[in-house]
């Protein structure tokens, strides 16, 4: 069983920054791949990013290439998502995941656990 937390979110301004943070509860997290969403209102969980279970695997959406950063922290059982150069169309509730079919890491529904969600909100 893993329990999943995020905190990190907030209003900011469009070019700023934001650093999401997914603490994990259970002694299996290291193996786990875990995975950024994010769920604007109106639309469909939309997949952001992912980290494989030994950390330097990592994919991103090409909507946040270059401007997010996905990394983990198994001795702390943390993930982490730094967000750069950040845009009103980034403007959602952001979950994390965890999967253990890590071939299906786009996928939200192979996940096996998910926090429950913080808002992030850019302004213009």
């Known amino acids: 069983q893993v329990q999943l937390v995020e905190s990190g979110g907030g209003l900011v301004q469009a070019g700023g920054s934001l650093n999401l943070s997914c603490a994990a509860s259970?002694?299996?997290?290291?193996?786990?791949?875990m995975g950024w969403f994010r769920q604007a209102p109106g639309k469909d969980r939309e997949f952001v990013a992912h980290i494989r279970w030994n950390g330097p695997s990592t994919y991103y959406a090409d909507s946040v290439k270059g401007r997010f950063t996905i990394s983990r922290d198994n001795a702390k059982n943390t993930v982490y998502l730094q967000m750069n150069s950040l845009k009103p169309e980034d403007t959602a509730v952001y979950y994390c995941?965890?999967?253990?079919?890590?071939?299906?890491?786009?996928?939200?529904?192979?996940?096996?656990?998910w926090g429950q969600g913080t808002q992030v909100t850019v302004s213009s």
């Open positions: 259970g002694r299996t997290f290291s193996s786990y791949g």
């Open positions: 995941g965890a999967i253990r079919r890590t071939y299906y890491f786009t996928k939200g529904d192979e996940y096996d656990y």
